[in-house]
Structures are given as C-alpha cells and as structure tokens.
C-alpha cells in the first residue's frame, strides 16, 4: 500500500486536532474535539487527561476515514501539543492523577515565591534557560507531590509517572499499562525547568532543587525521531516526531536559518526566533527554548518572547463586554474610525510577561475623553497587540544583535487585516502570512514526514512554504514615534497596582535576568 | 406553469409563535406556548429549536425560556460580518490556492459591486500586491456574476449601466440574462477576458443557513492557466472552486450544498 499522508495530532488549550496532510502539505482532512476546562478556584486551571486521550481515540480513525484512506496509507504522526501542562499517572492502571494543571494554573504562585528566596534559585534560569515562574511545570510537579498523600514515595518507585501532554499521549498510544513508551521531546522538556539546556538531559540539581524524583520522569529523545509504533487507535502507524506546539509552528513555518522568526496569535502571542546550535542568554526578558533537535543532529535553540493576552484580549471585548457578538467583528467595528482616539489598552490582565515580566501590573485603559467610542476601543484592543509584539521584537533584536527584516504571522489573528496592517506598521517591516495558516498542525507532520523519510530534507520542506498575503509598512514615521511613547507611557501606569501588602494574586512571575 | 401549493402549516405555526412571543413580556416556556396555540408540545418544540438555529428566536440559559431573538431586529442588513466570512473561510481559500495555482479571491455585495474581503497570493512567491477592499464590476467578473445570478434585485439595479471593459464585455442586458441563468444551470460562474485582456476567473457561491447566498470565491489568472485550448475553464479548476465553496458553506451551516 503506498504511504500518501502524513498525519498531526495537536493537543491544544480548548481542543484536540488530527489533520491528514499529502505530500504538498495541502489539507486533506480535519476532525477536531473540544474538551472540558475546569476551574475549580480562582486562578485554577485543570483538563481531565482521559477525556482528551478518549477523544483522540475517536478523532484520528474519523480523520483517517474522512479522507477516504486506511492506516497503512499513513507514513507516520507527529504530535504538536500545548505546552507546560501536567499529567502525573498511575504506571499500573493508566489512570491519571486527579487532573491535569494547565499551563495557565497560578496555584503555584507561593511555592515559586518560596522557591525564589532560595539561594540555589539563581541557577535555575543559568541551567534551564527559563525565569523561576508559575508558567512552567516543575512547580506543578511539586505542588502535586505535596499535596496528594503516599504519591511521593509512588514516584520515587516509578509507579507514577509524569509527562507533559505528548508523553500521555504517546503512553497510550504505544500500549499504556502494557509496555507503553515513556519518552518526551526536547522542546517539551526544555519547558520544564528541569532540563540542562546545554546536555539537554535532567538536571540532577534541578531535580533536587524542585524535589523532584527522576524515577517519575520520561526519558528525553529528539522531536524527530521514530519513538515506536502505535498499537492501539492507529495500529502499525510510526510515532514519529513530538514538539511543543509554539516550535511545532517555527517549524512549520520552516524558519529553520538562524535569523528566522515567526510570531503565532492565539489567545496569547508567541514569537520564537531560530538561533541556531548555541542558546543565547537573554538579557531582555525573553526565554531561552528549545527549537527542535533532528535526530542525532545537534539541537536548534529559539529565542521566545511570551505575550500573555492577544486573542483573549478581543474574547474578552465580546464575552466580558460584550461590545460584538463574534472575534472577527473586532475589525469591523475598529474600521468604524480612523484612529484611537487618544485611547489606549494595555491588557496585563495577569501581569505582563515579555519583556517586563510584573506580575504585579493590572490591566488598564487609559486616554477616556468623552470622545471616545467603542470604534475606538476596538481600535486600541488591536493596537495593544501590535504594540506587544513590538516590545518583543525591539527584546529580540537587542539580544540577539540582529535586526528583523520581516514577520512571518500564523494562527486565528491573521484573519484580521486592519491588525496585520497595524503590526506591520508599528514594527516597520513587512508582515507575511503562509499558505497554511494551520503551522502548528504542519510543523509537527513535517517533523513526523522528515523521520521516517516522506519528506526528504527540510530544503523539500521549504518548497512548500509559498506566501498567502503581505502587508506592507505605511505609518508616518514621526507618528510611529509618537503612538510608541504613549504606549510605553500606558504600560509604565499599569505597574505595581497590586499592592504586596494585599498579596493576592501577587507573587508569580519574577523579573527574569 | 407549476400548480400554487396551499399554505405551509408549519411555516404557519411560526409566525404564530414569533407574534405569541412578540406580546406581552414575550419569555415564554415550551409548554406555555404549545398550550397557547394548542399545539403538541413536541410539534412545538420543533419548531422553536428550529428559529432558534436561524436567530429568530433566543432561548434563556437559566430558565429555559424563548424571547425573540436579535437576528429579528437586523433582518434588513447583511447577517453575516465580511470579516466573519473571512475567518471562517480562510482555510479552505488557503487549500484551494494550494491546489488549483491560482490567486483566490472572496467577494461579497456592496452598492452594486464586488467588494473583495479575502485575497489568497498566487503560490509562487511572486511579488503580489493585497487587495482586500477593492470594488469590481459585478457584470464583467466571474465574482460578480455569481452574485448577480442569485439576487434578482442586483440585477435590476444594474439595468442600462453595463460598462465595457474589452470587447468580450457583456454589455447587453439580455445577453447578461441569458449568461446568469447558466451560472444557475451549472452552479459556477467564469469570466474569460471580459475584464482584462490575457486574464480569466472561475467563481462559485457560497451559501448560508438555508441556502441564501452571502458570498463568492474564485480563482483567476492567465487565461492559459484558467483556461483549455478551447478557451473553456479546465474542469479540474472549476472543480476545485465548487468544492471549496461548498466547504466555506458547510462550515457557514448550509446544509445541502
């Protein structure tokens, strides 16, 4: 039978996707299932890991079977999954641990606060290349420890296990109880806090320092790689790639020369610049990460800066306002005027990560003249996002010396032309958008396709990538100027709202570098 | 001539439920309004989950109750946001870009023209210029065509205005008749040089709830690209276009198409 797809599974925040690609890297078929989010307190975040493997069980057969193919005609799958999010499970039973913490939990907040007063904290962001915050999942992990009776003595006899989303999934698809790989990625690990960047395995002072057992931890293996064959829901189909899924995007954007940076708008922003075979050390609040690692070939490390709200930033102008009934309206009513206003938003609504990591910001809108419309509120909601990216872009260039020339773009937002003209007008350069706007779900199959030899190399890989749209820069230069110092005034007057004193909610995220 | 078909009694029924909730405090439950109008509570039921589908009628999360719904109020403007259009669609204009070689373009009606609000790039990395926010003539388009050959008020709108851009412009109205119920016979639309000279267009509609059409996507290019050596669309193409507009619909809830 001849192998005419490859296909990925990506584990998102809201839902889980399988996409089959052909060999052009077109789309043949999508199935996608949403599952539960569960907020249990304020600040808390939890999916239940078995509803999203049961779901997996029922969405790849459909996204095989919707393309008219069998499993045999399917070369291999990549998986591309949300990153930071904790599984912790039973080896025996295969089931899960109460459920999973997702990466937007803030219940750790205190833990990292205690945790950064140690005098080992310096070391972690020197070691793993990543600020000592709630973001990530080594806090988690200890959080889980503590507060579940008997579990740590389960972990230090490798009974439970703990993996981010592609390790369950893996587990489980390679036979769970019975023999099931345990294995995570580099990119997925690099998001730990617990892996040495540079011998890019756990790092036994990181473990102590997080008290950490090793026996409960996957063994690290490149993104691509044939990991095993799955026995169950897709049997005799290669396992063959895993990546977080803001570095499934830089791949599928095939930003692989040092220099290359895409930016992927979701409900946050991510913007991951290639730097080739060394990290580089930001001193500008961005992360040092995990590209990807092909093979036995030396890993490519990526620079990230990390936006907190874009997409939610509109959600919460429908939902929380309710000002428009669908995102895309957003465009629609910002068209309605021709500039802010004088208004400007700036959404720390959980503090602010990149570059200025204060958790203590709060939100604000600053700028209300009697004026002001709601044309020129949806105006400055995108505007913020233009804004943001510019403050990463202006972090990025710092650390790395070099200056962006252009922006390749991804995800849901790039739908909106007024704000891909706004980002390509604040950061003054061209802002490109590819032909499959669903980068996440074609990094993780091109990873999967170059492993087992459907692809041959990432230049084949880079044929495929052809230009959907550009937008070209035209904002007045001086203006530029002008609306970028009332941003960063704006931003200044959002900083220490939350008083330490009232310590709620405060104590997550401390100033990197 | 067709035989005139008595009234419909479900449609009948509707309009009754939507004049019950019109009344009064107008929040009503499914009971409540199928004892009103002496109907089965079943039969009832039906057909409130079915104004509800169209926005007709909202139900009330907590009590479970029906109002009137907003789609009521904004019957007279467009129902779906261009933009809206343009997120949902942006996928399927992306693969058919991808598969067909061709620049893909979404078009919807505007004040007797094409508005362009979706512009997919030629996939050979040329160097293309956006022009989401154009307005084309809809009689020399294969865009345009489609969405004249589904609203029969366009068309009189446009009576006496045909302008020629080349010399196989139509430009003579029953010349456009005859063309616009062709695109009705075989559910796509082209344009061969009735634009620009060297340059064709294959364009098909997409269509909403119910089958009203609330759009157009088409491929267009160079007419050696578009077209065969007769100076027809090549099949493939044309294939290509209906499959990804009845895609967008799918996705807009059209459920025939």
């Known amino acids: 039978m001849v192998e005419r797809y490859v296909m990925s599974i990506d584990q998102g925040t809201t839902s889980t996707r399988c996409i089959l690609f052909d060999h052009g890297g077109r789309l043949v078929s999508v199935t996608q299932r949403e599952h539960r989010q569960h907020f249990p307190k304020p600040g808390w975040v939890e999916h239940d890991a078995m509803e999203i493997w049961r779901n997996l069980e029922r969405i790849a057969p459909e996204a095989v079977a919707q393309a008219g193919a069998t499993p045999d005609q399917v070369a291999a799958l990549g998986i591309a999954n949300q990153r930071e999010t904790t599984v912790l499970w039973d080896r025996h039973t295969g089931r899960p641990i109460g459920r999973a913490i997702v990466w937007q939990d803030t219940r750790t907040a205190a833990l990292v606060e205690e945790l950064s007063g140690s005098p080992q904290a310096d070391s972690v962001r020197e070691r793993s290349g990543l600020p000592l915050a709630t973001y990530f999942s080594a806090p988690r992990v200890r959080w889980m420890l503590d507060h579940t009776p008997g579990l740590r003595e389960s972990a230090e006899r490798g009974d439970v296990l703990f993996g981010t989303m592609e390790s369950w999934l893996i587990w489980n698809l390679t036979g769970g109880p019975d023999g099931g790989l345990h294995v995570t990625d580099v990119t997925n690990a690099s998001r730990t806090l617990l892996m040495d960047l540079t011998t890019l395995d756990w790092d036994e002072r990181l473990l102590a320092f997080f008290g950490v057992p090793r026996p409960m931890l996957p063994e690290i293996r490149p993104s691509t790689e044939t990991y095993g064959t799955a026995r169950r829901v897709l049997p005799g189909v290669r396992i063959a790639a895993a990546l977080g899924d803001q570095q499934a995007a830089l791949f599928g954007q095939t930003c692989f020369a040092p220099g290359e940076a895409k930016c992927t708008y979701g409900t946050g922003g991510f913007l991951l610049l290639n730097t080739g075979t060394e990290p580089v050390r930001s001193t500008h609040g961005l992360l040092t990460t995990v590209g990807y690692k092909i093979g036995e070939e030396p890993a490519v490390y990526a620079l990230e800066g990390s936006i907190a709200i874009t997409g939610a930033l509109v959600q919460w102008f429908r939902d929380g306002l309710g000002l428009i009934s669908s995102a895309p309206e957003i465009e629609t009513l910002a068209r309605t005027v021709d500039d802010n206003g004088g208004c400007y938003i700036v959404p720390a609504f959980s503090g602010l990560f990149t570059p200025h990591w204060r958790s203590e910001a709060r939100g604000i809108i600053v700028g209300l003249t009697s004026y002001i419309t709601k044309g020129h509120l949806a105006r400055a909601v995108l505007e913020a996002t233009g804004w943001q990216t510019r403050e990463v872009v202006d972090a990025m260039n710092a650390d790395s010396g070099l200056a962006l020339k252009a922006l390749k773009v991804d995800g849901g937002m790039t739908a909106d032309n007024l704000l891909m003209q706004i980002i390509a007008d604040v950061l003054n350069v061209p802002v490109i958008r590819p032909m499959a706007a669903e980068t996440v779900s074609l990094g993780a199959a091109y990873a999967a396709g170059l492993a087992v030899g459907y692809w041959p190399d990432l230049e084949g890989l880079r044929r495929n990538w052809h230009r959907a749209a550009q937008w070209l820069p035209s904002m007045d230069p001086s203006r530029r100027a002008v609306e970028y110092d009332n941003w960063q005034r704006a931003v200044e007057r959002t900083f220490d709202w939350i008083r330490p004193a009232g310590n709620d909610g405060h104590g997550g995220d401390p100033p990197p570098g | ?257």
């Open chain 2, 1 to 257: 001539m067709c035989r005139v078909p008595g009234p419909i009694q479900s449609i009948e029924r509707a309009a009754a439920i939507l004049r019950l909730l019109a009344r009064g405090s107008g929040r009503l439950g499914v009971s409540e309004i199928a004892n009103s109008l002496g109907l089965a509570r079943g039969t009832a039921h039906g057909i409130l989950r079915t104004l509800q589908g169209v926005g007709f009628v909202e139900q009330d999360d907590e009590t479970g109750k029906y109002q009137l719904g907003a789609a009521l109020l904004h019957l007279g403007t467009s129902y779906l946001d261009v933009n809206e259009l343009r997120s949902r669609a942006i996928n399927w204009a992306d693969a058919l870009a991808a598969r067909s070689g061709a620049a893909v373009r979404i078009g919807t009606p505007l004040d007797g023209k094409v508005l362009v609000v979706h512009h997919v790039f030629r996939p050979d990395d040329t160097l293309q210029a956006l022009d989401v926010g154009a307005l084309l003539p809809t009689h020399a388009t294969a865009l345009g065509k489609v969405l004249l050959a589904y609203d029969a008020s366009a068309v009189a709108a446009l009576r006496g205005t045909l302008e020629p851009f080349s010399r196989r412009t139509i430009t003579l109205p029953h010349a456009l008749d005859r063309a616009l119920a062709e695109v009705r016979d075989m559910g796509w639309a082209s344009e061969v040089e009735e634009m620009t000279v060297g340059e064709a267009g294959v364009a098909a509609p997409i269509r909403g709830q119910g089958g009203l059409v609330v759009g157009a996507i088409g491929i267009s290019g160079a007419v050696e690209r578009i077209c065969d050596v007769k100076g027809r669309p090549k099949p493939a193409l044309v294939t290509y276009v209906r499959d990804a507009a009845r895609a967008v619909s799918r996705d807009l809830g059209a459920s025939r198409w």
